[in-house]
């Protein structure tokens, strides 16, 4: 099959002059032209910003854990993909 | 859960704790802390749940968007299933923060392995239903969500900040729709009458099954991630609603409704819970429509997605290379 | 604004805003992708807002939209296709707000009645044609099919776009001028997505007009009837 799974993007948006651009959630997107225009529409419709930055996820590097703080727990290799193992077989309730 | 059976380790025990102290302290868990295998498995299903009733929601009121017998309200309804596409969408971000893809979701939307609120497998007969949806439902949806605004997963609870805001005029724009109709022509009144009495007993339900034959319950709200329980709740939203209803000049159709001085909340007759298991077993008068919709428009958009995924993997070469891996924007909104 | 506003010029626009609006509303709940269902609700309740302000300077908004018959709509019969696969949306998409925003930026230069209204949809409608000039270069060069579905859908919408040129009593500017301007901006559209620019007449064989004119193609009469239905039901009534 074709790939269809558009890849996440974080997006980053000034809510007005003055202050620093800040994460407001991921979006899909096929490129970056497209998810500026994903995240104007999805972050910014009710005039909530003046500026957005867009950002692969897959280009977010996060601090290196620490290991006195189980808190930074390097469980996954990428900060938003995590291994799939909640592929719950079918018929197996109250999970 | 691969996982689930592994044996403990002397971290695993030290993580567990961490954690356990982060929620007694009602700190947020974020998505790259160690959290147990169930706390993330709970969140995915409620996450997915509820990110699917958002988009499966957008179909009985988009029912009426071409029908809308003003361009006032015709322009409020599209605004507002907009917004339940852009709640679906936080929402399916913050499930994919546990490691989730959107595409998997929906797949398992799709074929009925998870599911979304069984209100929306209620038809919506007349204009009136629209007012119904926003007062009602959405009514019961706020009293749920917000308290998880406080929820103790992190990008959960942030999700539901925004939602919640946004949703402040929908609610209001359905009780506006009905009082409008409640005091129009005899016609008009009939026709809210009629919503209300259709949709006040599945709102009810939409609080979940009473609290102890609650599946999830205590675990949830000793994780947190539920703050009030089922009954808690739905009293709530009834004592909240029996006022609202009489400013209509609407009735609710419960002949035991009435106040209990004694405990301070009014009495409601039982809940039909037999209908309440038939419709979530898929027996509802509209969950073929809405699966058959939701798959049909995924399906025949697989072309276009296709398409975008194709010209981005042919030009990727140069958009990186021009952009340096950030993309920026200003908003040129007026 | 001037003491009399030219009707006919606020219907033919605000019907063509009006309609278009509608045509896009029917995407809700059926777009390709969730991103896309926020992105059509947002041009389609621009263009909703558009046809508020351009009615109520003709008359009642409401008795305008919905008790008119047939013929004394005046909106382009382009915008009225039916919204087809996501090519033929997006094709008078392109058509239609490469018109609308080059219309636009005219009449927000100028000092006319409707110069206000210009000056904000000029805005919006440059966000239009930028959306609809992106997924034309991805559907155009995206797959095989996507751009066969593409090229097909910009054929079969090419003998609508010559009455966009045609003039409008009361406007105060000139259409037909606009027509070279667009020629190049769709044409430019069009190369860069490897899609051939259609060939054929710009205009159908309607020796009596067209949407303009009031005669509309056979399914408007339907999108009517459905978008009318309820409020004729309830003559009088309030919502």
Same mark, same amino acid.
């Given at each position: 099959m074709t790939n269809t799974d558009w890849p996440l993007w974080e997006v980053f948006v000034r809510s007005r002059r003055g202050l620093s651009h800040t994460h407001a959630g991921?979006?899909?997107?096929?490129?970056?032209?497209f998810?500026?225009?994903?995240?104007?529409?999805?972050?910014?419709?009710?005039?909530?910003?003046?500026?957005?930055? #867009? #950002?692969?996820?897959?280009? #977010?590097?996060?601090?290196?854990?620490?290991?006195?703080d189980p808190f930074f727990e390097p469980s996954a290799d990428k900060p938003y993909r995590h291994p799939t193992f909640y592929e719950i077989p079918e018929g197996v309730q109250h999970l | 859960m691969a996982t689930a059976t592994a044996p403990r380790t002397a971290?695993?025990?030290?993580?567990?704790?961490?954690?356990?102290?982060?929620?007694?302290?009602?700190e947020r868990i974020e998505p790259r802390d160690w959290m147990p295998d169930a706390y993330r498995a709970t969140l995915v299903r409620q996450i997915a749940q509820h990110a699917h009733s958002e988009i499966i929601g957008m179909q009985p009121e988009a029912n009426w968007i071409t029908r809308a017998p003003s361009l006032r309200r015709k322009a409020i309804l599209m605004a507002k299933v907009q917004d339940e596409a852009g709640h679906g969408l936080y929402l399916y971000s913050a499930a994919e923060t546990l490691g989730v893809g959107r595409d998997e979701l929906l797949d398992k939307l799709h074929s009925g392995r998870q599911k979304y609120s069984s209100i929306f497998n209620y038809p919506t007969l007349t204009w009136a239903d629209v007012g119904a949806i926003g007062w009602l439902v959405d009514g019961a949806a706020i009293t749920n969500q917000v308290p998880l605004c406080r929820c103790s997963y992190g990008p959960y609870a942030r999700a539901m900040v925004r939602v919640c805001k946004e949703e402040s005029f929908h609610q209001r724009q359905g009780y506006e729709l009905l009082l409008a109709l409640s005091r129009g022509t005899p016609g008009q009144h009939a026709m809210a009458q009629d919503a209300v009495d259709r949709w006040w007993w599945p709102s009810l339900m939409m609080?979940?099954?009473?609290?102890?034959?609650?599946?999830?319950?205590?675990?949830?709200?000793?994780?947190?991630?539920?703050?009030?329980?089922?009954?808690?709740?739905?009293q709530r939203f009834v004592d909240i609603c029996v006022p609202q209803a009489k400013s209509l000049g609407l009735t609710l159709p419960d002949p035991d409704l009435r106040w209990n001085e004694e405990r301070g909340h009014h009495d409601f007759g039982p809940i039909d819970w037999t209908e309440f298991k038939e419709v979530i077993k898929g027996n509802g008068p509209c969950n073929e429509e809405r699966i058959t919709q939701r798959r049909r428009a995924h399906d025949e958009g697989a072309w276009v997605r296709e398409a975008a995924a194709a010209h981005a993997a042919k030009h990727s070469g140069t958009a990186a290379a021009h952009t340096g891996g950030r993309t920026e924007k200003e908003v040129g909104q007026a | 604004m001037t003491a009399t506003v030219p009707v006919t010029a606020a219907l033919a626009l605000g019907d063509d805003a009006l309609v278009l609006s509608h045509r896009l509303g029917e995407w809700m709940g059926h777009a390709p992708v969730l991103e896309e269902e926020v992105a059509l609700a947002n041009i389609a309740l621009d263009l909703l807002g558009q046809a508020r302000v351009l009615l109520s300077m003709a008359g009642d908004e409401d008795e305008l939209a919905y008790l008119r018959e047939e013929r004394a709509f005046s909106n382009l019969q382009l915008v009225e296709q039916p919204n087809g696969d996501f090519a033929h949306t997006i094709a008078r998409q392109l058509y239609f707000s490469t018109y609308q925003h080059l219309l636009y930026a005219e009449l927000a230069a100028g000092d006319g009645?409707?110069?206000?209204?210009?000056?904000?949809?000029?805005?919006?409608?440059?966000?239009?044609?930028?959306?609809?000039?992106?997924?034309?270069?991805?559907?155009?060069?995206?797959?095989?099919?996507?751009?066969?579905?593409?090229?097909?859908?910009?054929?079969?919408?090419?003998r609508f776009t010559g009455e966009m040129f045609q003039p409008v009593e009361g406007l105060g500017t000139d259409l037909g001028a606009l027509r070279t301007g667009w020629l190049e901006a769709v044409g430019a559209v069009l190369r860069r997505a490897g899609l051939p620019v259609p060939e054929g007449a710009q205009s159908g064989a309607w020796t009596a007009g067209a949407g303009r004119q009031g005669l509309h193609t056979e399914p408007f009469g339907r999108m009517l009837a459905e978008m009318q239905h309820l409020h004729r039901s309830h003559p009088g009534a309030s919502w």
């Open positions: 991921s979006l899909h997107a096929p490129d970056a032209e998810a500026l225009r994903n995240a104007r529409d999805l972050y910014t419709r009710r005039g909530e910003g003046v500026s957005i930055w #867009v #950002v692969p996820s897959s280009a #977010v590097t996060a601090s290196s854990p620490d290991e006195k | 971290d695993d025990e030290a993580y567990q704790r961490t954690f356990d102290a982060a929620v007694a302290a009602d609080f979940g099954p009473p609290d102890d034959e609650s599946a999830h319950s205590a675990q949830s709200t000793a994780w947190k991630i539920k703050r009030h329980s089922n009954d808690e709740l739905r | 009645p409707f110069a206000a209204l210009a000056a904000k949809a000029v805005k919006e409608t440059a966000y239009h044609r930028d959306h609809a000039e992106q997924w034309t270069l991805r559907l155009g060069d995206g797959t095989d099919l996507s751009h066969q579905r593409m090229r097909t859908a910009c054929t079969a919408l090419w």
